[in-house]
């Protein structure tokens, strides 16, 4: 916690992270903070000014900006509150990066371009094509080592004009900087400029967990990664996951990827079978309508099971030049997929007439039109609309 002053308060928007309506509210300025406004790849605070919540803290030159939903009264005496979780979480986030970047410049070269600290799990972007899986693990293991060693990290500052600062790594400064520059020293392992928060010592990061590489930008890995909390709480729902898949699979965790693997091949296997009985019973139901004496214009199906190309064989069995066709498949109380198949003209006439009762969208060419269904219940008014063109259509169509 922290006591300072209110500066100014004014209206304004925030646009929610995940997109949205923009949420109305208030910007305002304190003497001082300890809310760290996002920046320097690390997201921002969150914490409470008085009792009402702090939603955004943004940075606007020397100033940070805290984004609230409440007025508050400029030159009031405030308690600032900080959600603590969030800030350590980030902490052992940030200084684990500064860590990778170190070690993994020393060990191999690789040099990072950037970095993100994401929700659940974090990454560098580095200065290389590929990674091996050696290298990983080797990184992984010196990286923790120096945890093992609790090295001291600290803070300095230094004047912008200082010779120092060209000894330190930086991706330079922005264009708005004011004041002094500030730098954060791992002890004998890196010095690095940085506005960011950070652990004092290398053992509160606990453990890191390289969860491996993918392919970055051009010519750039990214290198994922888990730090202190994050890899207890990673443990802790692959456990959870464990015990279930144990419960269902009636098995022990090492038998676990077999017995997927054994799953996976049955459900092909079965999924195999079952497209061949649907193209048995495709043929069937055809033969079956064109066994009967009378001919007649329209045909209407539904079967809850099918798909596409239950319908398209259903079509070609029975011949679209004088009989007009209705297929659907699926749950007739959700959606499903429809076909409307006959004449060309009767077609082009009625396919976007039946996706528009049906509430889908579909596409035709010549004598097929089909889509999705999102109103099947809706079938019955599209047979009705059929039966009625039919019983008054001519001849010759």
Avoid: Y
């Amino acid at each position: 916690q922290f006591a300072t002053r209110v500066v100014s308060c004014r209206a304004a928007e925030l646009r929610p992270e995940g997109g949205g309506e923009p949420v109305r509210g208030f910007q305002v300025v304190l003497e001082d903070t300890i809310l760290f406004p996002e920046g320097g790849g690390q997201p921002d605070d969150r914490g409470l000014i008085g009792d009402v919540p702090v939603l955004r803290v943004t940075r606007r030159g020397p100033e940070a900006v805290h984004f609230v939903p409440a007025a508050l009264e400029p030159g009031a005496e405030v308690l600032l509150s900080l959600d603590w979780e969030r800030r350590f979480d980030h902490m052992q986030q940030h200084s684990g990066q500064h860590l990778i970047t170190a070690i993994a410049e020393q060990m191999f070269g690789f040099k990072t371009t950037s970095w993100e600290l994401g929700r659940q799990r974090s990454l560098v972007e580095l200065d290389t094509p590929s990674m091996t899986a050696e290298q990983v693990k080797a990184l992984e293991r010196s990286v923790n080592e120096k945890i093992r060693d609790r090295v001291p990290v600290a803070v300095r500052e230094l004047a912008a004009d200082d010779p120092e600062i060209e000894r330190v790594r930086s991706r330079g400064l922005p264009d708005d900087h004011v004041g002094p520059v500030r730098v954060v020293d791992i002890e004998g392992i890196d010095s690095n400029m940085c506005c960011g928060t950070h652990v004092s010592n290398l053992s509160d990061l606990q453990v890191i967990k390289l969860l491996g590489v993918e392919k970055g930008k051009k010519n750039k890995t990214n290198l994922i990664f888990l730090v202190g909390n994050r890899v207890l709480k990673s443990i802790e729902q692959s456990h959870s996951t464990e015990k279930a898949l144990t419960s269902l699979l009636k098995n022990g965790p090492g038998e676990h990827v077999e017995a997927v693997r054994k799953l996976q091949s049955s459900v092909k296997l079965l999924q195999k079978n079952n497209l061949n009985l649907l193209r048995d019973i495709a043929v069937l139901i055809a033969r079956d309508f064109k066994s009967k004496p009378a001919p007649r214009q329209l045909f209407v199906l539904h079967r809850k099971e099918g798909d596409s190309e239950f319908m398209n064989i259903i079509a070609n069995e029975i011949g679209t030049e004088e009989t007009l066709l209705f297929l659907t498949v699926g749950d007739e109380k959700e959606a499903g997929l429809f076909l409307l198949a006959g004449p060309v003209e009767a077609v082009e006439n009625l396919g976007p007439r039946v996706a528009e009762l049906l509430g889908g969208k579909g596409a035709g060419k010549r004598d097929r039109f089909q889509g999705k269904a999102a109103k099947m219940s809706r079938r019955g008014e599209v047979q009705a609309l059929l039966q009625e063109f039919v019983s008054h259509r001519s001849p010759e169509v």
